[in-house]
Structure formats: structure tokens, C-alpha cells
């Protein structure tokens, strides 16, 4: 299996759309060129200022602060009429075209070049002078000889490069003459006002730094020039600037119908608009800041942004407002560039302030952690949604392609080098079909593809055992089922770790327990670790030879050795988790295991991923010296990513908690398909149809009765599924069963003798069936129960107050007992027998059934009285190695008199 690298996945990410990286998830994203790093400024944590006597001498500054080798073309515009301007951030290439014009490749638009400003009729002694600085072999002149006089053409010429107008009999025209020197098919076009500039001008910036053309808009009608642009250009989706009192809703409309993938992005104002076109920017980028109320400096300075990929933001002239100052505030920017002199910023409203704030930016690294959990081999899509409670709108998520293309999209918010993935644990066993029926293969190929760096191991990894949870990390073939492609496993590439996981001989942890990554020469370390109670989840035989020990014991002493390590940033990665009753974005009311957990670990312990209850969450639960401490949770199936911004003083090497924060994003299933993620799926689910029709057993008469019928009649079915689990639990090392129930409504489909799924013989089944039947992934469980529980449990296959008051139960071969439903409720139960004798009520014996019942399913409380507790195998694997041990099967006789 080959992994993506970081920038080949960022690079598959469609360039611009991660600006609506808002509100219910991810719902596109962006992918910034390859950027050249941020000018040279002599001290980051001094506000750096670009100014002139007035907005030529600034523009001409501005050119002169890009790289010599970014000048070979110079655009000229209007200083004094700016719309021409607002659409001229054009890119530098080689590739020349007709009329002498620069003309994108195929591959992308270039970085762009510097703008210098002119007088209408008249060319300004500095912008003069920085031509015959920069010495371009080409100038690009913007707008017709209204904005731009033909006197002025001819001064240019006059500097020895190759003079190319661009224009239209308007503003429209002229930026859709520009936009037609742009390949088609790029993956964004940028649209705003023609008419209020300020959206422009850092739409402009964003542009820009795409590589994307930037079209104006009449904000009333779309008119015939902007309209045939758009068809012209063919992009892969749209970003309209502004809410509907810069572009209007019947705009929007218009473009939605040339392009479907219309969005738009904007604030309250000009300044808020800006702020949502920097949410888009990664954590750490320096920032620019221009003037809201006097464009030519923003026009100018946003080429320079843009060529440094920088986000450009807006301020007032005497203060900066606090939107902007919120921006600048998540994006912990490591150095500002003010554009334009103290007339357009004040030193005293706008710089000092900045100076007062930066120093501490700067200090900041942002750490950028994506984490998921209780992934289980979930990589098709499904029609799935989360509760009502979490998700009121009920969108569709999950799907490992969808999946991958919201990590990406986050990703796009980080360095590739300051961003990491983990997850909580759970991500094999417990899966779908397609992944169960490979031994989870697909699921390890499929999150590397989604690039997955480090895990916490979960009960579920110790479904098949030790040994098998270290093939999977380090490759392999199975060992009984060989190789399921033409090169042996290769392992996963990235980390599970397991400290409280240690054999009992060497006392060792069976795999690592820690992990340090070193970001930007701060190191941060992670411990993994699954729930102590993991033993009384899984089949004993497999991990009889190691010891689960206490989380918070472990998580402690692997802090204490991390901090010797010199390690002050530490996460733990815990497969553990709680309760909450607010939206997946919430945290209200927790409660379950991990309140108490979290409550005592070690405060140098910065934060928590969690998982195993698969419920989404984002709470802050005071650590033992009350200072509170990040844990989250992302619910299930990939379904949900959480983005926690790890703020980390670059001073100490430790987190600075009241900095750090988090948030949750839905997977949605709307997000373009991650191609390289569809195919490996595509993979997987064509080999599965194939395997999926492999032979596992026979019957040689209908066996009948799932939870399609009769839920409160014992059933043939029910029964043989009871079978099974009593041959799966009846051995001393596999819990040592001597009855066994399952319930009826957990039986999702018969066996048949004419049913043929993969135009196998009559009789014979397929593993393809046997998932039909049983495709949950629940565990089986081996308890204590006395006689008078395993009659408690018997009753309430009657519950007068449940939806269905009768649910039934199926039971093994040996039980029997009689049920009288003339009884009153509690004493429909009678003359129970094991293989003759009669229980006795005060006798203990051993039960084995599924977690889902041991833990009250079904209203079947009386199973949670059951004590010492062992887990045992997942059910479709034990049901296929049962149909494979018992072949010619029949349908079971009644068990039950009565029912």
C-alpha cells in the first residue's frame, strides 16, 4: 500500500473552496500553489510597514518587496478609477500567447506579479522609478484609454518591455477579458461586486494565491460578458464574495446555473468578509493588513500577499475592529505587514496595538490535530446520519471517501509540516462486510489514504487476538486465509499504540506506548491506550497471554517519562469514552467513564481524544489542579472529524490550554469523493462481491424466522443463532457457556435452501448470507447468573410498557423451559431445564449471549445482573466458523413450551 505524501493530497484538493470550511462541516476546500515563504522581515515580532508618500510611492514599495526573479511582469492600473484594478491579480508564466499576453498553463496560473498604479493621463515619478528598478521584460496595462491614456501607453513603451493592454468597453468587460487568458476547467472562479470594492480587494488577495481568475459582477444581473466568461472558463465550482447586498440572490442563482458548486462566502461587512476569507488560511501565516476605507494600498498589497499566500485583512484607519482582531488572533500570525503610511493606518490606533499582540503570536506554534475514533472498517458509504439530538438537520455522513476529502479540506488550515491525524482506537473489528471479509486490510489501506499517523489501540483491535493486532501493524499474510492480493500485506504506515496493553512475562507494552513528533522543533508526544475492561470484550484466548492495566496509573507514569524525555506537550489518545446530550458540536451534561478519568490525570496531560461510546463531543473537564483540559470525541463510522488547534509556546514546549481549542465537523457526503480514496474502495467492494460468495456452509431445509416476522415468537433461526454462540463460548478458554440466548429481533435474515446469492448450489451458504443475517459486529459475552436471573431474563420477553411488548428470546440446544401466557406479568416462566435437570434459583451458571443484550438491549435488563464477565468473538466470525463446522444443517426443534 502507498500512502499519499502531504502535498500530494493537498494538491488533489480542489484549489479555493475550503473558504466554506463553515457552519455544518467541511463542505469544500482548497489547496494553496507551492508558495515562496513570507518576505524577510528583520524582526517578526515587530509590526512591518510598506508605505509611501501616498498610494504610487506605496505601490511602487510593494513591487519593489517581491523577490527579483517575480518581476519579469509588472501589471499597470488605474490609480485613480480602481474596478479595472480589482480583477488584475494576474500570474507570471512562460508560455506566451496571442497579443504577447502570459498565458496560464494547463497545471496552474503562476504566482502573481507585482501592480503598479498610474495617473489617467500622466505616469507618477514612482511608478516610473520602479520600473527602471525592476526592469520588466513585460507590462500589462489594465483598462481602456479612459482609465489608462494612449500618452500614458507610450511612456511605458518607452522602458523597453513589451506593452500589452487589456480591456473592455466596461469594468465587466475588461475583467472578463482577463479571466478568458485563464485555462478552463480550473478548479475556482472568484466572483464579487464590480460596483462596492472592498470584497474585492481581499478576494483579489485569495485569488490570487490560487492561481484563480477574479470576475466582477453587475450585483443586480449577471450581465452577458460575466455570464459567458463563466461558460467559457468551465470551473469546477464558483465562490461568490459578499452577502446578498453585494451580490444579489438572482446573481448567485444565475452562476448556480452554470455552475452548481456555486458558494457563497461573507460577513456582516467588508471587514467580516475578509475575516471568512482568512478562515480559510493556514495557522502560522504571516498576515497583511490594508485599509477598508482607502483601496489603492489593498489593491496593490494584495499582490503581494497573494504571491506569499498570506490571508489579507481589512482595518480602519484609527482602529483595528475586532473581527479582524479575532482573525488575527486564531491565525496566531508569526509577523504582520501593514500596507500604506499612517494616513491609511494609524501607528497609534492600528500598529501599537498590533506590536502589543504580536510578540505573543509569534511565541505560538498552532498544532493542528484531526482525530476521529471507532472507525470499525466503514469505508462505503452508507445512509448514515447521526441522532436527531446531534444533527437536527440530519445530513448524510461517513464513507471513506468523504472522509478523506474533509481531512483534506481541514488540512488546508495548517502547514502540511503542523498538522497531524490520529485517531482513538477501534478503527478494525467490529467492521462492515467488505473489510470484515478481508480481515480488515481495507480499512488500514483506507486510512492511509485518508493519512492517519497515529492511533490509540481499542477493545475492538484485540477482536482475532495479540498476534493478528501485530500483523496488522507490521504486515504479513493471515495465517490460516493467506494473502488477498498479489503482494503480501505490507502493515500499516501508521502507529497504533498500546501502553497499558503489557505482555505479563516482560511486562512490556506489546506495542509502543508512545510517540513523539517533532513540529517546527517543538516536540509533542502521545500516549495510547484502550480501556482497562478490554479483557471482558474479546475472545479471553487471545490476549491470555497479556494485561490491560489501569488508564490513568498508565497515563500518568508515561507523562512523567515524556517530561523526562524533555517532552511538555502531551496528548492522550484513549479508547474510552462519555456521554453528552447537546449536538456533536457540544458538551452538555457528560458523563460516563472518562468524566473520572479525565478528572485525574496528570495535569501535564494537555489534552484527550477519545472514543468506544461513539458519541460526539467537545468538552473541557478541569484537570486534579482545576485547570480545564480539552476531550473530545467524534462519534463513529467517520462520520465526524474533530479539529483541535494545539497552541504550543514555542518558549516553554508546553501547551498554552486557554489558547488551544476545539471543534467538530461533519463528514458530509455532499464534499466532492477523494479519487484516489473511490478507487482503492471501488477496489475492495469488486473483490468483495467475488469473495462474498464463497461457500461457508449448508442447510438442507429451510431454516425460518428473523426479524422480519415475529419478533415475540421463538424461532428456528433464533435458535440455531443461540447454537452458535454456545459453540463459540462453551470452552473453558472461551468462557465456558452452558446456556445460550439470542434475540429474535437481532436476526436479520433466514437461510435458505433455493435462496442463491452468488449463483452458488441450492443449499449452500455464503459468507454473503451469513453477514445478511448477522451484520451488526456485536461481541459475545460469557457471565455468572444465578436460576432466578436467568428467569428475570425470561420474563421480560414480555415488557407491557415497551414498543413491542413481546420480544423473544432463542436458546440453545439443552435448555428448555415452559412459558404461559396466561400468567400474570413476572411468572410466565416455568420449568426451566439444562439437558434434563431443572435450575435451581440460587445455582450459578454460565450464560453467554450478545454485549448488545448483556448490556440491557432490548429492555432485557435482568442480563446486566450477570457477574464476571468474558468476551469472546465477534458474531459474524463466529457464526461463519460455526456453518463451516456444521455442515447439512437443519432447522432446530422448539425449545420452548409455549412461547
Known amino acids: 500500500m502507498s500512502p499519499r505524501t502531504p502535498s500530494a493530497r493537498r494538491g488533489l484538493v480542489a484549489v479555493g473552496a475550503a473558504v466554506a470550511l463553515v457552519g455544518g462541516g467541511a463542505v469544500a476546500a482548497t489547496s494553496a500553489p507551492s508558495l515562496p515563504t513570507a518576505p524577510e522581515i528583520e524582526d517578526p515580532t515587530q509590526v512591518h510597514r510598506i508605505a509611501g508618500t501616498d498610494r504610487y510611492e506605496t505601490a511602487a514599495e510593494i513591487a519593489r518587496a517581491f523577490p527579483a526573479d517575480a518581476t519579469d511582469t509588472i501589471v499597470v492600473a488605474s490609480g485613480e478609477v480602481f474596478p479595472d484594478a480589482l480583477s488584475a491579480q494576474m500570474p507570471s508564466t512562460s508560455a506566451g500567447a496571442a497579443g504577447g499576453m502570459a498565458r496560464p498553463d494547463a497545471d496552474g496560473a503562476g504566482l502573481p506579479v507585482p501592480m503598479l498604479l498610474t495617473k489617467q493621463d500622466a505616469l507618477p515619478g514612482a511608478t516610473a522609478s520602479a520600473l527602471t528598478d525592476l526592469a520588466p521584460s513585460q507590462i500589462i496595462i489594465v483598462g481602456g484609454t479612459v482609465a489608462i491614456s494612449a500618452d500614458v501607453e507610450a511612456e511605458l513603451e518607452s522602458f523597453g518591455a513589451e506593452v500589452v493592454r487589456i480591456s473592455g468597453e466596461n469594468r465587466y468587460d475588461t475583467s472578463a477579458e482577463i479571466a478568458s487568458l485563464f485555462p478552463t476547467g480550473l478548479p475556482v472562479l472568484y466572483l464579487a461586486t464590480g460596483t462596492d470594492f472592498p470584497d474585492a480587494l481581499t478576494g483579489g488577495a485569495r485569488a490570487g494565491r490560487d492561481g484563480a481568475p477574479m470576475l466582477l459582477t453587475d450585483p443586480d444581473t449577471l450581465r452577458p460578458s460575466t455570464a459567458d466568461a463563466i461558460e467559457a472558463l468551465q470551473p469546477q465550482s464558483v465562490v461568490v464574495l459578499g452577502g446578498s447586498g453585494a451580490v444579489s440572490d438572482e446573481v448567485v442563482e444565475s452562476v448556480t446555473a452554470l455552475v452548481p458548486d456555486t458558494t457563497r462566502v461573507f460577513g456582516a461587512n467588508r471587514y467580516e468578509t475578509a475575516v471568512a476569507l482568512a478562515a480559510s488560511y493556514e495557522f502560522d501565516s504571516v498576515a497583511y493588513v490594508a485599509s477598508g476605507e482607502n483601496y489603492p494600498d489593498a489593491l496593490t498589497g494584495g499582490a503581494l500577499a497573494a504571491y506569499h499566500g498570506g490571508p489579507l485583512l481589512l482595518s480602519r484607519a484609527d482602529s483595528v475592529p475586532e473581527p479582524t482582531v479575532a482573525a488575527l488572533d486564531r491565525l496566531s500570525p508569526q509577523g504582520v505587514v501593514l500596507f500604506g503610511g499612517e494616513g491609511a493606518l494609524s501607528e497609534l490606533g492600528v500598529a501599537t496595538p498590533l506590536n502589543t499582540w504580536l510578540p505573543l503570536w509569534v511565541d505560538e506554534l498552532v498544532v493542528q490535530m484531526l482525530s476521529f475514533n471507532d472507525y470499525h472498517g466503514h469505508i462505503e458509504e452508507e445512509d448514515g446520519t447521526l441522532d436527531e439530538e446531534q444533527d437536527p438537520d440530519q445530513n448524510l455522513v461517513g464513507g471513506a471517501v468523504n472522509l478523506s476529502s474533509t481531512l483534506d479540506a481541514l488540512r488546508t488550515r495548517s502547514f502540511d509540516e503542523q498538522s497531524l491525524t490520529v485517531a482513538a482506537g477501534d478503527l478494525i473489528g467490529g467492521s462492515t462486510f467488505v473489510s470484515g471479509l478481508f480481515q480488515d486490510e481495507p480499512s488500514v489501506e483506507t486510512l492511509e489514504i485518508a ?390 434459583m440460587d445455582q450459578t451458571y454460565r450464560v453467554s449471549t450478545l454485549n448488545f443484550l448483556q448490556q440491557g438491549g432490548d429492555s432485557f435488563t435482568a442480563f446486566t445482573e450477570g457477574t464476571n464477565l468474558v468476551g469472546g468473538p465477534e458474531d459474524l466470525a463466529n457464526l461463519v466458523d460455526y456453518l463451516r463446522a456444521n455442515p447439512d444443517l437443519t432447522a432446530p426443534e422448539s425449545r420452548v413450551d409455549g412461547l
Open 451 to 840: 493519512g492517519l499517523d497515529i492511533s490509540g489501540v481499542g477493545n475492538h483491535e484485540f477482536d482475532e487476538g495479540v498476534e493478528e493486532l501485530l500483523r496488522m501493524q507490521n504486515g504479513g499474510c493471515h495465517p490460516e486465509r493467506g494473502c488477498f492480493e498479489e503482494e503480501p500485506y505490507d502493515g500499516a504506515d501508521f502507529q497504533w499504540l498500546a501502553a497499558n496493553v503489557v505482555d505479563k512475562e516482560s511486562g512490556e507494552s506489546v506495542l509502543p506506548a508512545t510517540e513523539v513528533r517533532t513540529v517546527d522543533d517543538v516536540d509533542v508526544g502521545f500516549i495510547g491506550m484502550t480501556l482497562e475492561e478490554t479483557p471482558t470484550l474479546v475472545s479471553p484466548g487471545g490476549v491470555a497471554s497479556v494485561e490491560f492495566l489501569d488508564e490513568v496509573e498508565t497515563a500518568n507514569a508515561q507523562a512523567a517519562e515524556l517530561r523526562e524525555q524533555g517532552v511538555e506537550s502531551i496528548v492522550v489518545l484513549l479508547h474510552e469514552g462519555g456521554y453528552q446530550s447537546g449536538t456533536y458540536r457540544e458538551c452538555e451534561g457528560v458523563s460516563g467513564p472518562v468524566v473520572e478519568i479525565a478528572e485525574n490525570l496528570d495535569p501535564a496531560i494537555d489534552a484527550v481524544v477519545t472514543g468506544h461510546t461513539h458519541e460526539p463531543y467537545v468538552c473541557s473537564i478541569p484537570d486534579p489542579s482545576g485547570a480545564d483540559r480539552l476531550v473530545t470525541s467524534a462519534n463513529q463510522y467517520g462520520r465526524v472529524v474533530t479539529e483541535t488547534a494545539l497552541t504550543i509556546s514555542r518558549e516553554s514546549g508546553d501547551v498554552i490550554r486557554e489558547r488551544a481549542y476545539a471543534d467538530n465537523n461533519l463528514v458530509l457526503q455532499s464534499i466532492d469523493d477523494d479519487p484516489e480514496m473511490a478507487a482503492a474502495v471501488d477496489k475492495w467492494v469488486a473483490r468483495g462481491e467475488v469473495l462474498g460468495g464463497e461457500v461457508v456452509g449448508t442447510v438442507v431445509e429451510d431454516i425460518t424466522g428473523d426479524a422480519g416476522g415475529d419478533r415475540g415468537i421463538e424461532t428456528p433461526m433464533a435458535d440455531l443463532i443461540a447454537d452458535s454462540i454456545l459453540y463459540g463460548t462453551d470452552g473453558d478458554d472461551e468462557g465456558g457457556a452452558q446456556i445460550s440466548f439470542m434475540n429474535v429481533g437481532g436476526v436479520r435474515d433466514s437461510l435458505l435452501v433455493d435462496e442463491i446469492s452468488n449463483e452458488e448450489a441450492p443449499g449452500e451458504v455464503t459468507y454473503q448470507e451469513a453477514y445478511d443475517v448477522m451484520p451488526f459486529g456485536n461481541i459475545l459475552v460469557s457471565i455468572d447468573m444465578t436460576g432466578a436471573d436467568i428467569k428475570a431474563v425470561l420474563e421480560q420477553q414480555f415488557v407491557p410498557d415497551r414498543g413491542r411488548q413481546y420480544l423473544a428470546l432463542g436458546v440453545s440446544e439443552g435448555f428448555t423451559y415452559t412459558w404461559d401466557d396466561e400468567q400474570p406479568e413476572g411468572s410466565k416462566v416455568s420449568d426451566m431445564q439444562l439437558d434434563g435437570v431443572a435450575l435451581e
